[in-house]
């Protein structure tokens, strides 16, 4: 099996390629990116399965979407939401917004 490396560019260029522009903002791709680039094992690039895989939320999305999931109080800041999260799954967090990456669970 062939395996190529890309950089950042290549890898928000395979999501245009294959019109998945529309599930997350650059920023969370590049967040994305390091967080998969930053495995201890390769990977391999497969953009439908990382649309399954991950989410990208405001945290106030991401507390609505998952309080009945998991159990919280509402009156949590955000980086005690972010913190119970991180007990049920990876969470990116996108540097200067208010946005998350969630490794779906």
């Given amino acids: ?10 890898f928000i260029y395979e999501f245009e390629r294959y019109d998945r522009l529309d599930n997350f903002t650059e920023k969370a791709l590049l967040h994305i990116y390091d967080e ?3 495995l201890e094992n390769d990977v391999k690039l497969d953009v439908i399965s990382i649309c399954c895989d991950y989410s990208e939320y405001t945290l106030e999305e991401a507390k609505y979407q998952y309080s ?3 159990s919280f ?3 949590l800041n955000n980086e005690s939401f ?3 999260l991180k007990e049920f799954t990876t969470v990116i967090k996108i540097d200067g917004t208010n946005r998350i990456v969630l490794e779906n669970f």
């Avoid at 099996?1 to 290549?10: D, G």
């Fill in 1 to 10: 099996m062939l395996y190529k490396e890309i950089n950042e560019k290549e």
């Fill in 36 to 38: 998969l680039n930053n």
């Fill in 82 to 84: 972010i913190k119970k």
């Fill in 73 to 75: 109080n509402n009156s």
């Fill in 68 to 70: 009945e999931t998991i």
